[in-house]
């Protein structure tokens, strides 16, 4: 089939069957992987690439986070290793924080794909991996030597032999051994997976060459994008927003400019790099900034390069925002994952009919490490990261979501699964009453959390909590959502950020924060109040104090 021939319909067709063959190769990677947080709550990416290192698809399944930064990665992978040196069963791999996905714990695995012996195309993935060793998946680094093993770009397989030597060096880095490499093998097969189906696609359509299905996509989708911010108030506009920070609060300010020619989201004002890991590559700061872009202005465009490219995003370089090698950003979704709230605060002076309020926004990651009674497994001791969450902002025409992971996508961990995997004991996993924002349409509700160890024997919380002394705000009369806690059931107070030890004898109770309220309370519907009051999301105190409803 030569590119004279194809119609809208073909690659209409194809662009859909890309779509397909991108989850499939997630799913891959979902379903082999070794560490609970990808396979349980999905933080990973996929997606497929041309030859040009545009991404032209992404699977359903996966972080934005991932996704947006991975889709520059790739084009490293290319201006390193060449497409001419490229060979059928290779594989590269990096975990380098400023052109991959943001942190260590993060592996890229990019893999070439050859049809009769003609290169058309690479497929990209990313997970978490739950140890790199270093200090571990915590923020008290001070700088990104401290974090873990620091992979460079190398080849993981050459022309379908594994690099031994880089596997031995990873086994050695970690405390989780088995389950590390393990993680690394499900990469490269997921990949394998996506080339598998692209060729036979190729050579059910008869193609040659992904050039005009890959031109037709980031065409038509920069089209669509372009054509909905037409309908959009032309101008700037600033907000800014305070977070806990480490040891001192962190301001996030930004200006959004809206143009003919697309949507520039500048952040001169935020404060400087932080002395630990919460900083944030500009590749990370770009993604999520981005995806807050494409929810409100396309939020129907499928993410590709075409539909990213009318967005663009700086931020001068020192800020925590934008700080470069070798800054500690091991953690730097705490930041990095309120930039849509931070951006939203902008759209809402030009279309605040389409806005929702303040959430949660960053996940409350329960990063947990210790001893097990179990010397068989390989590994050294326990350590996983465990996905809470808090609520999500309310929306113009309804509430918030409960324990939503919005805007990282992830999914909360099992209980079931943490008991299973880790010798603690989950005590408590509820919805935290009154905690979102009343308001005409009220915030998402937080959780009430309570972890114990379940062998007398002490574990380790890596802190990396925020909306602790700056809760989500609410908008148009909206109350704020509830504040973060972190205590021990002593009444003891635990540090939002950091190492901790958590005696046999104690237990760890959080408190998730809620989603800000929007719109005056009392005009919440009275069905709305009645279903709250019926579901105990909030107390009649409440309903009569703030909503003044008897």
């Known amino acids: 089939m030569t590119r004279r021939q194809l119609t809208d319909i073909d690659l209409q067709i194809m662009w859909n069957r890309l779509i397909a063959v991108v989850e499939e190769q997630a799913q891959v990677l979902l379903r082999t992987a070794f560490s609970p947080i990808v396979r349980e709550a999905g933080d990973l990416s996929a997606g497929i690439f041309d030859a040009k290192g545009r991404m032209l698809a992404q699977a359903v399944t996966g972080t934005p986070g991932h996704v947006n930064s991975m889709a520059e990665s790739v084009k490293h992978f290319i201006a390193h290793f060449g497409l001419a040196n490229m060979q059928p069963g290779d594989a590269y791999i990096t975990n380098d924080p400023w052109m991959g996905t943001g942190h260590l714990n993060d592996f890229v695995v990019t893999t070439p794909c050859f049809r009769n012996g003609r290169l058309v195309g690479l497929f990209s993935c990313t997970s978490h991996l739950m140890d790199i060793g270093g200090i571990g998946f915590g923020p008290d680094a001070t700088d990104v030597f401290m974090e873990g093993l620091y992979i460079p770009f190398v080849k993981l397989f050459d022309r379908g032999v594994a690099n031994e030597t880089l596997l031995a060096l990873i086994r050695a880095n970690t405390r989780l051994p088995v389950d590390t490499i393990g993680d690394t093998y499900s990469l490269a097969a997921c990949n394998d997976v996506g080339c598998k189906r692209l060729v036979e696609m190729m050579d059910e359509f008869g193609l040659d060459s992904l050039d005009a299905l890959a031109d037709h996509i980031c065409d038509r989708s920069r089209a669509a994008v372009l054509a909905e911010i037409a309908k959009l108030p032309k101008g700037s506009w600033s907000n800014s927003m305070t977070i806990d920070g480490y040891d001192t609060p962190i301001t996030l300010a930004a200006t959004t400019t809206v143009r003919d020619d697309g949507i520039h989201v500048d952040y001169t004002g935020t404060s400087p790099r932080a002395r630990r890991g919460i900083n944030v590559p500009l590749a990370y700061t770009t993604a999520y900034t981005v995806f807050g872009l494409g929810c409100i202005v396309a939020a129907k465009v499928p993410n590709n390069a075409g539909s990213l490219s009318p967005l663009t995003v700086s931020a001068p370089e020192g800020t925590i925002l934008n700080a470069a090698k070798p800054a500690p950003v091991l953690i730097r979704h705490v930041t990095g994952q309120m930039l849509p709230d931070v951006v939203f605060g902008c759209l809402r002076q030009a279309i605040p009919d389409r806005v929702p309020a303040e959430g949660a926004s960053c996940l409350w990651n329960i990063t947990l490490r210790g001893a097990t009674r179990d010397s068989?497994?390989?590994?050294?001791?326990?350590?996983?990261?465990?996905?809470?969450?808090?609520?999500?902002?309310?929306?113009?025409?309804?509430?918030?979501?409960?324990?939503?992971?919005?805007?990282?996508?992830?999914?909360?961990?099992?209980?079931?699964?943490?008991?299973?995997?880790?010798?603690?004991?989950?005590?408590?996993?509820?919805?935290?009453?009154?905690?979102?924002?009343?308001?005409?349409?009220?915030?998402?509700?937080?959780?009430?959390i309570e972890i114990e160890s379940g062998i007398g024997q002490p574990f380790d919380l890596l802190a990396q909590f925020d909306r602790i002394a700056h809760p989500a705000r609410g908008r148009d009369g909206g109350h704020d959502g509830?504040?973060?806690?972190?205590?021990?059931?002593?009444?003891?107070?635990?540090?939002?950020?950091?190492?901790?030890?958590?005696?046999?004898?104690?237990?760890?109770?959080?408190?998730?924060?809620?989603?800000?309220?929007?719109?005056?309370?009392?005009?919440?519907?009275?069905?709305?109040?009645?279903?709250?009051?019926?579901?105990?999301?909030?107390?009649?105190?409440?309903?009569?104090?703030?909503?003044r409803r008897s």
Request: net charge positive; aromatic share 4%; charged share 25%.
């Open 376 to 448: 068989a497994s390989g590994n050294y001791g326990f350590a996983t990261t465990i996905t809470s969450n808090g609520g999500t902002g309310a929306r113009p025409r309804s509430d918030g979501l409960s324990a939503t992971a919005y805007p990282s996508g992830v999914k909360g961990t099992p209980v079931e699964i943490a008991e299973q995997i880790t010798p603690l004991i989950f005590w408590k996993k509820e919805l935290r009453a009154d905690s979102g924002g009343a308001g005409r349409t009220r915030g998402g509700l937080g959780q009430i």
């Open 482 to 547: 509830a504040a973060g806690s972190a205590r021990l059931a002593s009444g003891e107070k635990v540090r939002g950020k950091g190492l901790t030890e958590i005696r046999p004898d104690e237990r760890l109770v959080l408190e998730t924060p809620g989603g800000g309220g929007l719109g005056d309370p009392k005009s919440r519907p009275a069905e709305a109040m009645a279903r709250d009051l019926a579901e105990e999301r909030i107390a009649g105190q409440v309903a009569r104090e703030v909503y």
